[in-house]
T-cell receptor
Framework: SAVISQKPSRDICQRGTSLTIQCQVD?????MFWYRQQPGQSLTLIAT?????????ESGFVIDKFPISRPNLTFSTLTVSNMSPEDSSIYLC?????????????FGQGTRLTVV | DQQVKQNSPSLSVQEGRISILNCDYT??????FLWYKKYPAEGPTFLIS?????DKNEDGRFTVFLNKSAKHLSLHIVPSQPGDSAVYFC?????????????FGPGTSLSVIP
């Protein structure tokens, strides 16, 4: 199993500012995923971060709003830019449970973001 | 357009009884289904899965049933324990040779009453 550490665990931010969330995995993984869970909603995939290439964003999510870095096989960051109250959500990083892609995944504990 | 639905936001069950959590999906291309459990302030953890070639998969107290014709699956927990109190997410995917994303339902909050 993989151990995933996410920082910060929670934050309260002013609108118009940006927050960078860090995700550290205890083993090397090819793919890392970033999810958002808005209040009362399901987990929605924001983007897939592959080391050495640009992140792949899902429909409705753009790089300018959610820039992602993936400098190596154990680390990734997600930035929530120019925040508004609608960005208040739990943000989670995730890695597949297998060496390649598999639908089963490990998740970090999440970052609870509140924008005021 | 919700492709994976969990129509019961919450469920309360007495300890020792059976918990049944339901999930419906609309995309007939889904062929792999998963359940995750999430405690407060923690990330989801994988619980059990089932491929569309099966109609039942069992792991200890947890059993998942799949009815492809009805596009319905359910998670049975027997016997239910207070430690099972958590939010349960149903998820679905298409198993291709290349990556495809997993679609999650909104979750059902289970409370097991001692």
């Amino acid at each position: 199993s993989a151990v995933i550490s996410q920082k910060p665990s929670r934050d309260i931010c002013q609108r118009g500012t940006s927050l960078t969330i860090q995700c550290q995995v205890d083993s090397q993984v090819t793919m890392m995923f970033w999810y958002r869970q808005q209040p009362g909603q399901s987990l929605t995939l924001i983007a897939t971060a592959n080391q050495g290439s640009e992140a792949t964003y899902e429909s409705g999510f753009v790089i300018d709003k959610f820039p992602i870095s993936r400098p190596n096989l154990t680390f990734s960051t997600l930035t929530v830019s120019n925040m508004s109250p609608e960005d208040s959500s739990i943000y989670l990083c995730s890695v597949p449970s297998g060496t390649g892609w598999s639908p089963e995944a490990f998740f970090g504990q999440g970052t609870r973001l509140t924008v005021v | 357009d919700q492709q994976v639905k969990q129509n019961s936001p919450s469920l309360s069950v007495q300890e020792g009884r059976i918990s049944i959590l339901n999930c419906d999906y609309t995309n007939s291309m889904f062929d792999y289904f998963l359940w995750y459990k999430k405690y407060p302030a923690e990330g989801p953890t994988f619980l059990i899965s089932i491929s569309s070639i099966k109609d039942k998969n069992e792991d200890g107290r947890f059993t998942v049933f799949l009815n492809k014709s009805a596009k319905h699956l359910s998670l049975h927990i027997v016997p239910s324990q207070p430690g099972d109190s958590a939010v349960y997410f149903c998820a679905a995917s298409e198993m291709k040779t290349s990556y495809d994303k997993v679609i999650f339902g909104p979750g059902t909050s289970l409370s097991v009453i001692p």
